[in-house]
């Protein structure tokens, strides 16, 4: 059974902090990996990471995949108060229908 | 560009009744459609998953339906809910082949009494 766990759960910071968020992953015939932010309704999406190493980067938001140890991480550096939400990190798990299985989610809070 | 509507936004039924919600998207052809349940615990379920019109593969045995009437509609249905089923339930899109990220609609909020 495909599988994604994230970690931590849940953290709390203050603004300025800079947080790793993690995802581990097991699924069948991996393709890619996704992150996503949920605030208060649907989630948006943030990266797709298909190859081991290579940084992808917005704004203060960075992502990196390793697919030999089957993780990757979200890193937010100097963060504000309006990254606060649940981040998502879902695999593909291959196949003609693109499905993504997630996982639980992180919920982030930065205190001012 | 691509939209994708869902409604009702939110929507309060007993337990016992039917339920159809209904998804959109405009601006694309031929999209695999998805449907997702988000509990309480902040994961998201999928539901069902359509590559066609008239195309359902279920995701997990439960109370609920799916059906894809025309290309770029998706309804998830229900003939008598539970109290189980309460929840925010997305749909989804994606381009059927060249990309695998998928684009969220704003949701459905869900509670049966």
């Known amino acids: 059974e495909d599988k994604v766990v994230q970690s931590p759960l849940s953290l709390v910071v203050h603004e300025g902090d800079t947080v790793t968020l993690n995802c581990s992953y097991e699924?069948?015939?991996?393709?890619?990996l996704l992150w996503y932010k949920q605030e208060k309704k649907a989630p948006t999406f943030l990266f797709m990471l298909?190859?081991?190493?290579i940084e992808k980067k917005s704004g203060r938001l960075s992502s990196i995949l390793d697919k030999k140890e089957l993780f990757s991480i979200l890193n937010i550096t100097a963060t504000q108060t309006g990254d606060s939400a649940v981040y998502l990190c879902?695999?593909?798990?291959?196949?003609?229908?693109?499905?993504?299985?997630f996982g639980k989610g992180t919920l982030l809070t930065v205190n001012p | 560009s691509q939209t994708i509507h869902q409604w009702p936004a939110t929507l309060v039924q007993p337990v016992g009744s039917p339920l159809s919600l209904e998804c959109t998207v405009e601006?694309?052809?031929?999209?695999?459609l998805y449907w997702y349940r988000q509990a309480a615990g902040r994961g998201l379920q999928l539901l069902f998953y359509?590559?066609?019109?008239?195309?359902i593969s279920s995701e997990v045995p439960q109370n609920l339906s799916a059906s894809r009437p025309q290309d770029r509609q998706f309804i998830l249905s229900s003939k008598k809910l539970l109290l189980s089923d309460s929840g925010f339930y997305l749909c989804?899109?994606?381009?059927?082949?060249?990309?695998?990220?998928?684009?969220f609609g704003p949701g459905t909020r869900l509670t049966v009494l």
């Open positions: 359509s590559v066609g019109i008239g195309q």
């Open positions: 601006g694309t052809s031929n999209p695999n």
């Open positions: 699924v069948t015939n991996f393709r890619s």
């Open positions: 298909t190859s081991s190493g």
């Open positions: 879902a695999a593909n798990s291959g196949g003609s229908n693109y499905k993504l299985t």
């Open positions: 989804a899109w994606s381009l059927s082949a060249l990309s695998n990220e998928q684009f």
